[in-house]
Antibody, heavy 120, light 110 residues
């Protein structure tokens, strides 16, 4: 059974940092691209970042570029999102999601999400 | 940047058909995927590549895509279909390619 479990969320002050993790199981992690999607309270889905299976290709939304860094460790079946210079508008539930590749591919499995709150 | 526009809400009686549109410039040239999200839950893929259904998704869910509009159709609507629905595409047209989600549509079953 495919499982994606996010962790690392919490309350952080504006300007602070946080590192999210996504532990994957039930599939060959190194064969799939991985993605982060967030959802602010009461709002819609917003794509954040994507990374290819071998980390050769990485993409970011303009809203986070230069502040967030996506990475993965295929040996540990884990996906990460390092978030720096956090702002109030980064407050959201952050989901990790799997895709067969980047580009035209869809997100077929999602984690349950981890809540990040940026507030003083 | 590429924009996908959905109606904020759609209301439908049980047993009837709900149609949710997703508008975007020449969206017919892109692959569109649809997700269902119920309150407090993660999104679930219901349609991929415009009209394909993942295993476990009822045949009542179907999709189409042409011109400037993609459509998710839910036939014989049931109370359990009440949820938010989002379309998604990959936008490679700009200097910063990436995924784009639609604005989302809340489906209410009357």
């Amino acid at each position: 059974e495919v499982q994606l479990v996010e962790s690392g969320g919490g309350l952080v002050k504006p300007g602070g940092s946080l590192r999210l993790s996504c532990a994957a199981s039930g599939f060959t992690f190194s064969s799939y691209s991985m993605n982060w999607v967030r959802q602010a309270p009461g709002k819609g889905l917003e794509w954040v970042s994507s990374i290819s299976s071998s980390s050769s290709y990485i993409y970011y939304a303009d809203s986070v570029k230069g502040r967030f860094t996506i990475s993965r460790d295929n040996a540990k079946n884990s996906l990460y999102l390092q978030m720096n210079s956090l702002r109030a508008e980064d407050t959201a539930v952050y989901y990790c999601a799997r895709s067969k590749g980047l580009g035209k591919y869809y997100f077929d499995y999602w984690g349950q999400g981890t809540l990040v709150t940026v507030s003083s | 940047s590429y924009v996908l526009t959905q109606p904020p809400s759609v209301s439908v009686a049980p047993g009837k058909t709900a149609r949710i549109t997703c508008g975007g410039n020449n969206i017919g040239s892109k692959s569109v995927h649809w997700y269902q999200q119920k309150p407090g839950q993660a999104p679930v893929l219901v349609i991929y590549y415009d009209s394909d259904r993942p295993s476990g998704i009822p045949e009542r869910f179907s999709g189409s895509n042409s011109g400037n509009t993609a459509t998710l159709t839910i036939s014989r609507v049931e109370a359990g279909d009440e949820a938010d629905y989002y379309c998604q595409v990959w936008d490679s047209s700009s200097d910063h390619p990436g995924y784009v989600f639609g604005t989302g549509t809340k489906v209410t079953v009357l």
